[in-house]
């Protein structure tokens, strides 16, 4: 091979690299971060089912219904999750160490999954915060509090009074939900 085609290829070649790499940077402006609050890309207030989501009943994981607004009355955290969803099954645990510090604010979990499957769960890792059990149609909960694209994990922050004060879209990071709490829920 001569000389020439070496330096032509290899401009080539770093051309395409360059073009590859700017398009992504540019691209990846936009994307959402993962752990991101929904608040500012969220449908606005009115366009969200937060009393529809209030009123909704669940069964727990033995069978009894329980009215969600029976959790108001001190501030709420709702992380909806999955057994089979990994990044849920890795946030449980720094959930359920936050709940055990901060009894001063009610946690729940809905489960996007079957009750076998949940009792199986927490079996394995314990969660001492009440379990709902929504099934599948639980996704329609996630929409109506603004989360279109029905992502899991999905947590979502209320004060006393039910009103939704934050959502987190992605796996918690201990530190950043402690903040949050801290700065939404002490004062």
């Not at 991101?36 to 207030?45: D, G, V």
């Not at 992502?151 to 918690?172: C, E, H, K, S």
Request: aromatic letters at 6%; proline letters at 5%.
């Amino acid at each position: 091979m001569n000389r020439r085609t070496l330096i032509l290829g290899a401009t080539g070649l770093g051309a395409i690299g360059l073009t590859g790499w700017l398009a992504y940077r540019e691209t990846s402006k936009s994307a959402p971060p993962a752990n991101r609050s929904l608040k500012s890309s969220a449908p606005n207030k009115t366009e969200l089912d937060v009393a529809g989501f209030l009123a909704t009943i669940l069964p727990d994981l033995q069978g009894k219904d329980q009215p969600i607004k029976s959790f108001l009355g001190k501030p709420l955290v709702v992380n909806f999750w999955a057994t089979w969803c990994a990044p849920c099954v890795q946030e449980m645990p720094i959930l359920e160490e936050i709940s055990k510090s901060r009894t001063d604010i009610q946690f729940i979990g809905i489960g996007i999954d079957t009750a076998d499957n949940m009792r199986q769960f927490v079996a394995k890792v314990q969660v001492n915060y009440p379990l709902l059990v929504a099934g599948h149609s639980g996704i329609s909960l996630v929409r109506a509090l603004g989360n279109t694209s029905g992502g899991l994990p999905f947590t979502v922050m209320f004060d006393a009074n039910g009103t939704m004060i934050d959502t987190i879209l992605g796996q918690i990071d201990s530190a950043d939900l402690t903040r949050k709490i801290n700065d939404l829920f002490t004062k």
